[in-house]
């Protein structure tokens, strides 16, 4: 699409540093909530004006939440703040001799640079695969998947086709991890307590939820009790789930699994993610599709670029893949960052990003949760359940957010309902695009 010639990039001039923040996740968010104080200008980018809480996006894709009780205006977090400007772009790439930043609306001076644009799906290179399957990494994607899923049973009621309905009535979940084991619970309480509801005439008997896993067990980064014991949630939930086993091929409704075949129409892929490289970073400061950077988050090499989040890549003799890409982690390197940055300009020693573990956890369902704690402590159950609820309602940005987020899933819990069913739009998987609201589902 060609951009309007009267759109152009500009920002206030200044008479302080300018920082360049790319991205509005959960690294860049807290670290430029954190610069409040700091006689700088902060300049964040990002393709949308919103932040979304991720690890909940997996309960708009199944109708327990609509996408705005999990995200929040960007423009919104940072009111009062002086020295914030915010500007919704995409960020094509970096210029690092001439210190800009390069957009489709022109490119921004920067003398520090920021780069925390998050991940992306991976696909393990099997990129073909992008036009074929369901991701789960944006808002669009949680919308698109639950209107697929929620028009699928309505085309079932409509189709007089038996090995078309059985298609229609298989789900696969790829990736056996929180995401993954998450989607899969969920799905499982749809059709145990929901669906039946809505769909009377419909046998949901034949719903097969399959959960895909290339490795030998379930939630790889969590402990041996957390994957069993999702394992015996997910059973007991009706989930068929298969380990040690691989994607071969997907076409035409058909997953080969090199020795089985299953079709099925829905393919959610959850099998991990990847760092989004900006082009312009040399191949030499890149390592597992993340940019290396040192002990305090400076991009290898470079004294005024650093990287936070999903994105950057420190090695240690502990970790020598990194840290993982999990929010906690994202949060830390941005409060950090902006604590050195501070330093940075009171011309103070840098001190070293130390992550603190305060644990890890994954949900199953109601009242089916697990937690991982420090020092070897793990718990399961409608505890570890109302743990993990309270900690994702209070990571949830602003309070309306966290208001509406607790009253679904209060009301969720007593009365077994998901109010969100809804087909806004209509969404044709083979073409990758949104329909118009009002055409025909069978149309």
């Given at each position: 699409?060609?951009?309007p010639?009267?759109?152009?990039l500009?920002?206030?001039?200044?008479?302080?540093?300018?920082i360049?923040?790319?991205?509005?996740g959960?690294?860049?968010?807290?670290?430029?909530?954190?610069?409040?104080?700091?006689?700088?200008?902060?300049?964040m980018?990002?393709?949308?004006?919103?932040?979304?809480?991720?690890?909940?996006?997996?309960?708009v894709a199944?109708?327990?939440?609509?996408?705005?009780?999990?995200?929040?205006p960007?423009?919104?977090s940072?009111?009062?703040?002086f020295?914030?400007?915010?500007?919704?772009v995409?960020?094509t790439?970096?210029?690092?001799?001439?210190?800009?930043?390069?957009?489709?609306?022109?490119?921004?001076?920067?003398?520090?640079?920021?780069?925390?644009?998050?991940?992306a799906?991976?696909?393990?290179?099997?990129?073909?695969?992008?036009e074929?399957?369901l991701?789960l990494?944006?808002?669009v994607?949680?919308?698109?998947?639950?209107?697929?899923i929620?028009?699928?049973?309505?085309?079932?009621?409509?189709?007089?086709?038996?090995e078309?309905?059985?298609?229609?009535?298989?789900?696969?979940?790829?990736?056996?991890?929180?995401?993954g084991?998450?989607?899969?619970?969920?799905?499982?309480?749809?059709?145990?307590?929901?669906?039946?509801?809505?769909h009377?005439?419909l046998?949901?008997?034949k719903?097969n939820i399959?959960?895909i896993?290339?490795?030998?067990r379930?939630?790889?980064?969590?402990?041996?009790?957390?994957g069993k014991?999702?394992?015996?949630?997910?059973?007991?939930?009706?989930?068929d789930?298969?380990?040690?086993?691989?994607?071969k091929?997907?076409?035409?409704?058909?997953i080969?699994?090199?020795?089985?075949?299953i079709?099925?129409?829905?393919?959610?892929?959850?099998?991990g993610?990847?760092?989004?490289?900006?082009?312009?970073?040399?191949?030499?400061?890149?390592?597992?599709s993340r940019i290396?950077?040192?002990?305090?988050?400076?991009?290898?090499?470079?004294?005024?670029?650093?990287?936070?989040?999903?994105v950057?890549?420190?090695?240690?003799e502990?970790?020598p893949?990194g840290?993982?890409?999990?929010?906690?982690?994202?949060?830390?390197?941005?409060e950090?960052?902006?604590?050195?940055?501070?330093?940075?300009?009171?011309?103070?020693?840098?001190?070293?990003?130390?992550?603190?573990?305060?644990?890890?956890m994954?949900?199953?369902?109601r009242?089916?949760?697990?937690?991982?704690?420090?020092?070897?402590?793990?718990?399961?159950?409608?505890?570890?359940w109302?743990v993990?609820?309270?900690?994702?309602?209070?990571?949830l940005?602003?309070?309306?957010n966290?208001?509406?987020?607790?009253?679904?899933?209060?009301?969720?819990?007593?009365?077994?309902?998901?109010?969100?069913?809804?087909i806004?739009?209509?969404?044709?998987?083979?073409?990758?695009?949104?329909?118009?609201?009002?055409?025909?589902?069978?149309?």
């Amino acid at each position: 699409m060609a951009i309007p010639s009267h759109l152009r990039l500009t920002v206030p001039e200044t008479q302080y540093p300018r920082i360049v923040i790319i991205g509005g996740g959960f690294a860049g968010l807290r670290l430029a909530k954190s610069l409040k104080k700091v006689k700088a200008q902060v300049v964040m980018l990002d393709r949308n004006n919103f932040h979304t809480f991720q690890p909940l996006l997996y309960q708009v894709a199944t109708a327990g939440l609509e996408p705005d009780s999990i995200s929040g205006p960007l423009r919104k977090s940072f009111e009062g703040h002086f020295n914030y400007v915010f500007r919704m772009v995409k960020v094509t790439g970096v210029d690092f001799d001439n210190n800009e930043v390069i957009t489709k609306v022109g490119n921004l001076k920067y003398d520090y640079l920021v780069i925390a644009n998050g991940s992306a799906t991976n696909y393990f290179g099997k990129e073909n695969f992008r036009e074929k399957v369901l991701p789960l990494k944006r808002v669009v994607h949680a919308l698109d998947l639950r209107s697929h899923i929620l028009q699928n049973f309505e085309q079932a009621e409509l189709t007089q086709d038996p090995e078309l309905f059985q298609q229609m009535m298989n789900i696969v979940v790829v990736g056996g991890g929180p995401t993954g084991v998450e989607v899969a619970g969920a799905l499982a309480e749809l059709r145990n307590h929901i669906l039946p509801k809505d769909h009377p005439d419909l046998d949901f008997s034949k719903m097969n939820i399959y959960l895909i896993e290339g490795l030998d067990r379930l939630l790889n980064g969590m402990s041996d009790f957390a994957g069993k014991e999702a394992l015996k949630y997910l059973k007991k939930m009706g989930v068929d789930v298969r380990l040690n086993t691989m994607v071969k091929d997907y076409e035409n409704g058909i997953i080969d699994l090199g020795d089985e075949e299953i079709k099925a129409e829905t393919l959610i892929w959850a099998a991990g993610v990847k760092g989004r490289i900006i082009e312009g970073i040399d191949a030499e400061k890149v390592q597992m599709s993340r940019i290396l950077v040192d002990e305090y988050n400076r991009v290898k090499g470079m004294d005024n670029v650093f990287a936070i989040g999903d994105v950057a890549m420190m090695q240690t003799e502990e970790l020598p893949n990194g840290h993982p890409m999990l929010a906690p982690v994202a949060i830390q390197q941005g409060e950090h960052l902006a604590k050195n940055i501070k330093r940075m300009f009171e011309s103070k020693e840098l001190k070293k990003f130390d992550y603190f573990d305060k644990g890890t956890m994954a949900t199953v369902g109601r009242n089916k949760a697990v937690v991982d704690m420090p020092g070897g402590l793990h718990f399961k159950g409608f505890f570890a359940w109302l743990v993990w609820m309270f900690v994702h309602i209070m990571y949830l940005i602003g309070f309306r957010n966290k208001l509406i987020t607790l009253n679904n899933w209060i009301w969720s819990y007593f009365t077994y309902d998901k109010g969100t069913r809804l087909i806004i739009r209509t969404f044709s998987l083979r073409s990758k695009k949104t329909l118009t609201a009002d055409r025909k589902i069978s149309g």
